[in-house]
C-alpha cells in the first residue's frame, strides 16, 4: 500500500544515511522530471518487504 497522507510519505523516503535529502519536500521527489529519485529502490524494497509479511 503506498503512503496516504504527506506525512506517510515522508517518513518513508527519510534515511539518516541522508540528512540533508530528508528536508526536501516528498512530493517535489516523487514528482520530479528529472527521472527517479537515488531513494525511491530503497522505498520500493521497504514497499514490497512490508507486502511479503502481510
Known sequence: ??????QDLRTAL??????????YDPNWI??????P???QGELLG???LLARRR
Open 37 to 39: 529519485h537515488p531513494l
Open 46 to 48: 521497504l514497499v514490497r
Open 1 to 6: 500500500m503506498p503512503p496516504s497522507t504527506e
Open 30 to 35: 516523487v514528482e520530479r522530471p528529472m527521472g
Open 14 to 23: 527519510t534515511r539518516e544515511r541522508y540528512p540533508r535529502s530528508s528536508s
